[in-house]
């Protein structure tokens, strides 16, 4: 005859699995780069201990992630700029923490074209000049005598702002350039108009024309790859980052040590990134 006592360590079993079963998963808010969307989305797919934790990732640009990272409304930014001296300082007096910066991916940042654009490669000096309004007509770089139609991503972007420091130096867009919300969009309008230009993260190069870029008028132009983004010799070249408002721990600290892993890094890799260290 079964007794009650017999039932305990059954009883308990049951016990302990319907708590396992009913405890909540611990929520991750990740926001910010357009550019890095793809590649943090498929972060959290591979991403191995699920089991406890989920994901909410959205874009909006590098700036309204830090914006989210400074008012408390995200765990984890990711942005494709650096921070800034007055965001880091906003960090510092609404949290008594500097911030936490992690590298986590390497990026090329390539110039668009329609595939059908016969111009072979740009300098530096020239990109800038399109961007600005100084060459406004594809024969002025070897190409159709057609007008130059630009594209830009918006202000709030990150790599709106890395690419007006670093190429433009920090000249102001030309007044024509029409600015797209996010990088799929701009290469999206690019690849349906054939006198276009644009720029963006080289992960998102379907259907358009990656143009090798040249340092300057004596260098050989280069196209974007592992090799050329970690021996500098691609001019257009960044890192990608997480930003934190505290230090990490729990499930933020669990999947950061993922994504830098080389189980992370692979998934880098895959999506047409470049791993922050060289294999």
Not at 48 to 57: R, Y
Not at 80 to 92: F, M
Not at 164 to 175: I, T, Y
Request: charged content about 20%.
């Amino acid at each position: 005859m079964t007794t009650l006592r017999s039932l305990v360590p059954y009883i308990a079993l049951i016990v302990l699995t319907v708590v396992a079963v009913a405890l909540p998963k611990e929520r991750v808010t990740i926001k910010g780069s357009d550019t890095m969307v793809i590649l943090v989305q498929r972060w959290t797919e591979a991403y191995t201990d699920k089991k406890t934790t989920e994901f909410q990732v959205t874009g909006g640009g590098s700036g309204t992630g830090i914006a989210a990272l400074i008012n408390g409304t995200t765990d984890i930014c990711a942005s494709s700029r650096p921070i800034k001296k007055d965001e880091v300082a906003q960090l510092e007096k609404k949290f008594g923490y500097k911030g936490l910066e992690i590298r986590v991916a390497m990026d090329g940042l390539a110039i668009y074209v329609h595939k059908s654009n016969p111009v072979k490669q740009l300098s530096m000096a020239q990109v800038k000049d399109i961007f600005t309004g100084k060459v406004t007509n594809w024969k002025q770089v070897g190409g159709n005598d057609k007008p130059i139609l630009l594209y830009s991503r918006e202000n709030n972007s990150g790599t709106y702002e890395f690419f007006k420091e670093h190429v433009l130096n920090k000249q102001d867009f030309a007044a024509s350039a029409q600015h797209m919300a996010g990088t799929a969009a701009l290469i999206n309008a690019v690849s349906k108009d054939m006198n276009a230009i644009g720029f963006g993260g080289a992960a998102y190069a379907k259907n358009v024309k990656a143009l090798p870029i040249a340092k300057d008028p004596s260098s050989k132009a280069v196209t974007p790859n592992a090799a050329t983004i970690h021996d500098g010799s691609y001019p257009i070249s960044r890192f990608l980052y997480f930003y934190l408002n505290q230090k990490p721990a729990g499930s933020v600290k669990k999947f950061i040590d993922w994504v830098i892993s080389p189980a992370g890094q692979k998934v880098v890799t895959e999506v047409g990134y470049y791993p922050i260290k060289r294999k």
